[in-house]
T-cell receptor, first 113, second 112 residues
Framework: DVKVTQSSRYLVKRTGEKVFLECVQD?????MFWYRQDPGLGLRLIYF???????EKGDIPEGYSVSREKKERFSLILESASTNQTSMYLC????????????FGPGTRLTVL | DAKTTQPPSMDCAEGRAANLPCNHS???????VYWYRQIHSQGPQYIIH???NNETNEMASLIITEDRKSSTLILPHATLRDTAVYYC?????????????FGKGTMLLVSP
């Protein structure tokens, strides 16, 4: 079974702090994704990566950056957290050979005070 | 990617079949139908996908109409643990890096 893990299930940070959210997948997938999910807005794509050191902006990249130094690991960085970044963050991965089916992690609920 | 329409909510009795409809009337020939579900406070879970033939796996069956303009996800014997939001997504295998667009989905409530 594909396993996607995220570093924390719940996180509380203060405005202005730098926040790192980490995602690890164990299936050697080429593609990795970061989404945020908010009530009434559904899932929105922040960034994705199709290879090590490669990244592409999604629909809402402002205020975020990402890092992919190893194939299995994809980090989302909030340089200076703000209250409007309070949300559920979801990581996913997919394989070119697997029909592009995305497999999701359990999510990190981030609260910025 | 084509747009989908799903009912906002449905109810089902435990042990009965749950039939979740999805309309995708603007689907094009190379677009697949995917179903995911999301149990409260968890990440979305892949269920099944298909192009034009009906598909079945250990979780569910997917019935796609001959004109491909609609589909139905069938959970043959719903349990309380199947209570979740179910998302129908249509996407092309040629859509770059396979990003997904989730709509509002159908909230399925399975009751005892």
């Amino acid at each position: 079974d594909v396993k996607v893990t995220q570093s924390s299930r719940y996180l509380v940070k203060r405005t202005g702090e730098k926040v790192f959210l980490e995602c690890v997948q164990d299936m050697d997938h080429e593609n990795m994704f970061w989404y945020r999910q908010d009530p009434g807005l559904g899932l929105r794509l922040i960034y994705f990566s199709y290879d090590v050191k490669m990244k592409e902006k999604g629909d809402i990249p402002e205020g975020y950056s990402v890092s992919r130094e190893k194939k299995e690991r994809f980090s989302l960085i909030l340089e200076s957290a703000s209250t409007n970044q309070t949300s559920m963050y979801l990581c996913a991965s997919s394989s070119i050979t697997g029909g592009y089916t995305q497999y999701f992690g359990p999510g990190t609920r981030l609260t910025v005070l | 990617d084509a747009k989908t329409t799903q009912p906002p909510s449905m109810d089902c009795a435990e042990g009965r079949a749950a039939n979740l409809p999805c309309n995708h009337s603007t689907i094009s020939g190379n677009e697949y139908v995917y179903w995911y579900r999301q149990i409260h406070s968890q990440g979305p879970q892949y269920i099944i996908h298909g192009l034009k033939n009906n598909e079945t796996n250990e979780m569910a069956s997917l019935i796609i109409t001959e004109d491909r303009k609609s589909s139905t996800l069938i959970l043959p014997h719903a349990t309380l643990r199947d209570t979740a939001v179910y998302y129908c997504i249509v996407r092309s295998m040629n859509s770059g890096y396979s990003t997904l667009t989730f709509g509002k989905g159908t909230m399925l409530l399975v009751s005892p």
